[in-house]
């Protein structure tokens, strides 16, 4: 079958990509896009390992045709974060022992991101419920559970902490909040 | 997966005819098709998406005489919003199943019209009588029988797996069929046909066919309870699942629809269990017994007797909810 | 616990390696592309044994973008596995389905998929043996007809015995007056790593390879490549292995695999770098899981409980080749001897070639296959005997200074501590045997792993190198593998507590066989033990040569300062010190990267920034650097197997769990209520490192009680996916784990530490299984409990009652 040219628009920035039908969206973002933190764990829709954004809801990239994601606003593990800085919940598994051996982690992260957008504030069973299509052998959940509490309770005072928001997004105030107040602590 | 054309007709009509030939099949959210074709059991030349138009394919509606409309694209995280209000046991039935990923993928018609999950049937290297082998393995000795059916295992062994069938049919729930000519509309019931050699899918739709809503009729005040039981906390499919509609006039049982999934090739009635509660007191006595009613004729294999156990504290359990006493 | 006080060890010093892999910036062997890399892809045996008639290439030799196609007829026959049972590509026969037949390399993957679908292998089915009985039943089809030096074979035994016998068996049989005795088994399982297995081969224009390789052991996997590249007429080539970051371990890594030498043969043969990478249906079908094992325990006690005798006997289905795991009893002696005292052991174990797919190590190598029976029968043998089995476990109690019937010489133990805090914690009096009315009981079980490394090889040391710059960072060359159980953070900060620096200022580097000092591999329980082990050693060295250099430049250094401050302030009159005597070698301190005299005032102008000092001392005449290594192989011997004798680590890690369940009669179900995870580990090095590596190892010991099993027929698996094979997700967690630390400050444990790896999962079941017992009165010997058992059970029960 010939490859033909697909446009992903993915963390804002527009790719063209020459895939073939039977290639998914995780096949496409890695090899096409050059974006490896999307991992592959079971290319059969049972781990949450290529875990991606799409239109702000969490679904998996390798039950996704690439054809199919065309014009869809894409989000993976690459757009949450700067050179300098991580996302707070990025940040929140790194610290809290979320992320062990990693293969897992960005899928668990995008997937933690998607929570707090709807649920700032998620219960320990919230958190549990929402993450319970991403599969990790290394940690036991514990402290990822851990991990996505912290980053809700980071992500709510540095809300708090900063001038409200006029415009955009109220993750992107969150993390605009956090820089803010750690450029002032410093 | 094996090369095919990637398919995206703008209107039904089109998803229709691009979807007629026997080497064409039906995409909605995927999340079935794809695994099967990545396992080879599936191996379409073309793959049709089904378009997301007219809005009605993508939206749960009321009708004018309350009829609840739930478009076959509405994907399982919308059903389990949009019947959080009417419909409770319907949204927990919906939020059960899968992932959360799979839930925002997954659609209401894809559930529907999902492939059984027969792990033989889903591995290529093992022979399989629905795929058109001569025989079922898991009938053979040696066979893994715990995900196999208790009804009507005679040549096939496997259980229909999806979640919604048995609450949309406890719900008298009919289904919207387009094709190539008309659009039919029939019982839910009627959408599933026994196992054939050979043919992979358990839906009667012919090629061509694309289902494309579910109707609710009104329910009035019948209650409603849905249950299943399963290994795992979450990401599993269900060992039983059943759905339990009843309605009481006068304090007795007039009218119940018992319906289970996951113990036989395509959703399964309990007629006995609802014949064993018309007419009487909506109580625990009752409910017992109906439950007890439930593995009528059933014909576990040695490896999945227990299966019938399950299947009649499932309906128990669902018969609990309806009731209100929810366990 | 000591009053021994640290800077960083038992603080939380966060993973170096945490940021990255939240960012997705990890690179993984699956993100790996090296210019002009090829994709290799394996043809996989369509029987369980067979004789290979013919093998046609042809039409996939045709396929566009093939560069390679490699079989056992065009190649060397490349020997590989512990017993050397297995030659790569098979010419002879087939003896599992997962044997390897055929291979191809091409430009992109469809291609190569394309290209093994298009070979065609001509197969005479023989009869297969399919479990251990069957394999040892008069006249059984063998599976190797020959052994790997040629003679002829008469039976499917593995050539490897296991055997101890200690004290009076007979005796102790004899002075016993409760018995207990039960046949256990435990499932085949799959370690479900979630980054799958892979690696890449590379050779340069000399015939040099660099193998990329998903290892554990990349020095035991260079020693196996370095063999290969002699079979392959390439004599004295170097073979350079680079640890990627791993997507997990759990023993997958300790053996070299069959898709390694593939690689290699393919890369060799197409000029190319080349990729094996398996998939998930490739990970369980094609990967080794871990054994299944069936055990037959007898115990008994006198009538105040003493232990006086213990008999196992083990029988352990190999698969169709030996893989390190055929070792699994070297562990299994463990518990067998060590694990209460106990005076009469006899311990046998059957390893035996069957057509099921070849087996290999995982997390806990044997352990928990022998505390499985152990643990549930010594309720049994409690209830017996009228004696609650907390009691029986307190009475038996291992201690320290205890020398074990196996040679195990215990010099600290916690168990005592870690039982009487289960209890406490899980309440244990007030619910032990009173909740059957609600179904909900309490279980413990106890375990003795190694916890200083294990030695099953000839040599189990670990070298390392601690590299100096001139800017006072310390770059850590260690041949460990982090597989992500922590070893790059405890090494951060064991090297900044061992030498004196800040741990943000240590950089591990990637494990690489061309720049990392030997390491026989991280297994045992055994990577910070050794790691910090040899930290200390190099750190030492390295301090004592920073000391004695700075006996020169330390004054210099300080008259700098003092020069500096007085031109800032011309009135700065230092208090008077006598500088010059003071600055001996053994005066001097390093600590959080400052150099100071231990004896001085404690004055800034007295200190000297650690990188600033390191500059002084390189760019002077006849100036110098310091690069310090250091080789640490523990006190430990090599065991003779067949008496089953012989002290194989320096310290022993010692642990009790508890379980509080509830058990749902209706559907079987069992809902676990709280657990508790009391382990003594010597020292806790980093807590959240620490509370991770118990936390995920009961997560996999609550999967091996409850869930996990791999399915086959007719030695085929039948569940190769996380649909059915089902390893626990997070609502599955949904309960609450105490975790308890007991701290002995083990002698030979660095920083008192010692290895913890393996031990969270090793009683995980039969404390779980005891507390069903304790809710229900259900005794399941079969892991997993499975609803569907509970219910057989109850109604098979009931039967008998009616």
């Given at each position: 079958m010939p490859k033909t040219l697909v446009t992903l628009h993915v963390n804002g920035a527009t790719y063209e990509v020459a895939v073939k039908p039977q290639d998914t969206l995780a096949l496409a973002l890695r090899?096409?896009?050059?974006?490896?933190?999307?991992?592959?764990?079971?290319?059969?829709?049972?781990?949450?390992?290529c875990t991606v954004l799409v239109e702000g809801r969490p679904v998996l990239s390798c039950l996704t045709l690439a054809l199919e994601a065309e014009d869809w606003q894409i989000e993976t593990i690459e757009g949450l974060s700067g050179a300098e800085r991580l996302h707070p919940v990025q940040e929140a598994f790194a610290t809290c022992g979320g992320s062990q051996c990693g293969y897992c982690t960005p899928g668990f992260v995008m997937t933690s991101v998607a929570l707090l957008r709807d649920n700032a504030a998620p219960s320990r069973d919230e958190i549990k419920a929402a993450i319970a299509g991403n599969l990790c052998r290394c940690t036991g959940y514990a402290k990822i559970v851990d991990a996505v509490e912290k980053a809700g309770s980071d992500m709510r005072s540095a809300d708090a902490g900063a001038t409200p928001p006029t415009t955009g997004e109220k993750d992107d105030a969150g993390i605009q909040g956090r820089r803010q107040t750690a450029a002032a602590g410093r | 997966m094996k090369a095919f054309r990637y398919l995206r007709p703008a209107s039904v009509e089109e998803a229709v005819k691009t979807s007629t030939p026997e080497t064409a099949m039906l995409k909605a959210g995927g999340m079935d098709l794809l695994d099967l074709m990545k396992e080879r059991v599936l191996t379409p030349d073309d793959v049709v998406q089904v378009p997301a138009v007219p809005e009605r394919v993508r939206r749960v509606m009321t009708g004018p005489d309350g009829m609840l409309l739930v478009g076959a694209l509405v994907t399982l995280a919308e059903l389990a919003e949009a019947m959080a209000g009417p419909l409770p046991e319907v949204a927990h039935a919906a939020s059960l199943a899968a992932s959360p990923q799979i839930r925002h993928r997954a659609t209401v018609g894809g559930n529907l019209c999902q492939h059984t999950r027969c792990g033989y049937f889903r591995l290529l290297s093992m022979p399989c009588w629905k795929r058109g082998d001569k025989e079922c393995p898991v009938l053979q000795e040696g066979g893994v029988q715990e995900n196999a059916g208790i009804f009507s295992n005679g040549s096939c062994a496997c259980a229909h797996p999806a979640s919604l069938p048995p609450v949309f049919a406890a719900l008298d729930s009919l289904v919207m069929i387009q094709g190539a000519k008309l659009e039919r509309t029939i019982p839910i019931a009627d959408l599933y046909a026994p196992p054939k050699r050979g043919?992979?899918?358990?839906?009667?739709?012919?090629?061509?066919e694309v289902l494309t809503r579910v109707l609710i009729p009104p329910q009035g005040d019948a209650q409603l309870g849905y249950s299943e039981i399963r290994?795992?906390?979450?990401f599993d499919w269900p060992l039983v699942s059943a759905a339990a509609r009843v309605v009481l006039r006068g304090g007795k049982i007039a009218a119940a629809n018992i319906w289970l999934g996951s113990v036989a090739p395509t959703p399964h009635r309990a007629v006995a269990a609802e014949k064993a509660l018309m007419g009487k007191p909506f109580d625990d006595a009752t409910i017992q017994m109906a439950a007890a009613a439930v593995a009528d004729g059933a014909t576990p294999l040695p490896g999945n007797s227990y299966k019938a156990e399950l299947a009649t504290v499932a309906v128990k359990r669902a018969l609990l909810r309806a009731a209100g006493r929810t366990k | 616990m000591t009053g021994r006080r640290f800077r960083f060890v038992g603080k939380e010093v966060a993973r170096p390696d945490g940021p990255d892999k939240a960012a997705g910036r990890a690179e993984y062997i699956h993100d790996t592309v090296r210019p002009g890399m090829l994709h290799g892809m394996i043809k996989f045996s369509e029987h369980a044994h067979a004789r290979i008639v013919s093998v046609d290439t042809s039409r996939a030799e045709r396929v566009p973008g093939v560069r390679a196609v490699v079989t056992g007829f065009n190649t060397p026959k490349l020997r590989m596995g512990f017993l050397r049972d297995n030659v790569v590509l098979k010419r002879d026969?087939?003896?599992?389905?997962?044997?390897?037949v055929a291979a191809v390399a091409a430009t992109d993957a469809d291609a190569a998929a394309e290209a093994v679908d298009l070979i065609r292998v001509e197969y005479e089915p023989l009869p297969g043996v399919f479990s251990p009985d069957e394999a040892m039943a008069e006249g059984a089809p063998l599976v190797h007809e020959v052994a790997p030096d040629g003679s002829p074979r008469t039976?499917?035994?593995?050539p490897l015995t296991f055997h101890h016998d200690s004290g009076d068996l007979e005796a102790g049989m004899r002075a016993a007056k409760y018995v207990d005795e039960g046949v256990y088994s435990t499932p085949l399982i799959q370690q479900s790593c979630m980054g799958t297995a892979g690696c890449i081969a590379e050779f340069d224009s000399a015939g040099n390879l660099t193998m990329r390789a998903k290892t554990q052991i990349p020095f035991l996997a260079q020693r196996d490549f370095t063999r290969a590249l002699a079979a392959m007429g390439l004599p004295g080539r170097n073979v350079r292995v680079i640890v990627p970051v791993l997507g997990g371990g759990f023993g997958t890594g300790l053996d070299t695999h069959c898709y390694e030498y593939v690689a290699i043969l393919l890369a060799w043969r197409s000029g190319r770098p080349v990729r094996v990478l398996y998939d998930r249906h490739d990970e369980f079908a094609h990967l080794s899981p871990r054994q299944s094992s069936r055990t037959r325990v007898v115990q008994g006690c006198d009538g105040e409980g003493r232990l006086t005798f213990r008999r196992l006997d083990v029988v352990q289905d190999n698969g169709a080749y030996a893989a390190?795991?055929?070792?699994?009893p070297s562990v299994m002696l463990l518990p067998a001897t060590s694990l209460y005292k106990v005076p009469n052991v006899r311990f046998d174990a059957r390893l035996v070639y069957t057509n099921n797919p070849y087996c290999q190590a995982m997390r806990g190598y044997g352990n928990p296959e022998v505390t499985w029976p152990i643990e549930s029968s010594l309720d049994h043998l409690a209830e017996q005997a009228g004696i609650d089995p907390y009691d029986l476990r307190r009475i038996n109690c291992n201690e320290a200074g205890e020398l074990t019937p196996m040679g195990l010489k215990i010099t600290t133990c916690g168990l005592d501590a870690c039982l009487e805090a289960t209890a406490e914690r899980l309440d244990w009096g007030a619910k032990r045997g009173k909740g059957k009315a609600v179904r909900r009981g309490v279980g413990m079980a106890s375990l003795v792993h190694v916890g200083g490394g294990g030695k099953i090889y000839r040599s189990d040391g670990s070298g390392i190198i601690l590299k100096v710059d001139d800017f006072g960072t310390v770059y850590v060359s260690y041949g460990g593998v982090e597989m992500g159980q922590g070893l790059h953070a405890v090494l951060r900060q064991g090297v900044a507590e061992a030498l004196g620096v800040r741990p943000e200022n240590v950089v591990v580097n990637r494990t690489d066989t061309s720049t990392c000092p030997w390491d026989v591999g991280t297994h045992a329980s055994r990577g910070a033990f050794m790691a910090l082990n040899a930290t200390i050693l190099a750190a030492d060295k390295l301090r004592a040569r920073l000391f004695t250099w700075a006996e020169r430049v330390f004054p210099e250094e300080v008259r700098a300062n003092l020069k500096k401050l007085r031109r800032k302030d011309p009135a700065f009159a230092p208090p008077p010190f006598d500088l010059e005597s003071a600055c001996k070698a053994e005066n001097f301190d390093l600590a959080d990267g400052w150099l100071f005299l231990t004896s001085a005032p404690d004055e800034p102008w007295l200190r000297v920034e650690f990188g600033r000092l390191l500059r002084a001392i390189h760019f002077r005449d006849r100036g110098t650097m310091f690069v310090e290594e250091a080789f640490y192989e523990p006190d430990t011997d090599l065991p003779d197997w067949e008496k089953g004798y012989g002290n194989m680590s320096a310290n022993y890690a010692y642990g009790t769990q508890g379980a509080e369940v509830e058990v749902d009669v209706e559907t079987g179900q069992v809902r676990i209520v709280r657990m508790v995870a009391a382990h003594d580990v010597g020292r806790v090095l980093n807590p959240t490192a620490l509370k991770g590596q118990i936390y995920g190892a009961l997560a996999q010991g609550l999967g091996y009680a409850l869930h996990e099993e791999i399915h086959t027929d007719g030695g085929r698996i039948l569940n190769p996916n996380f649909t059915d094979y089902k390893i626990a997700t997070a609502p599955d967690m949904d309960f609450p784990i105490e975790l308890v630390f007991v701290e002995t400050d083990e002698p030979s444990g660095p920083f008192g530490a010692k290895g913890v790896g393996e031990p969270g999962l090793v009683p995980t079941a039969p404390a779980i299984a005891n507390a069903i017992y304790d809710a229900i009165g259900i005794r399941i010997r079969d892991l997993p409990i499975t609803p569907e058992k509970i219910v057989e059970a109850l109604r098979a029960r009931d039967a008998g009652e009616a």
């Open positions: 090899d096409g896009c050059g974006l490896t933190g999307t991992k592959i764990g079971c290319d059969m829709g049972t781990c949450g390992c | 043919k992979l899918t358990d839906t009667t739709l012919a090629a061509g290994q795992k906390e979450a | 026969k087939v003896r599992q389905f997962r044997d390897e039976d499917n035994a593995l390190w795991g055929a070792t699994y």
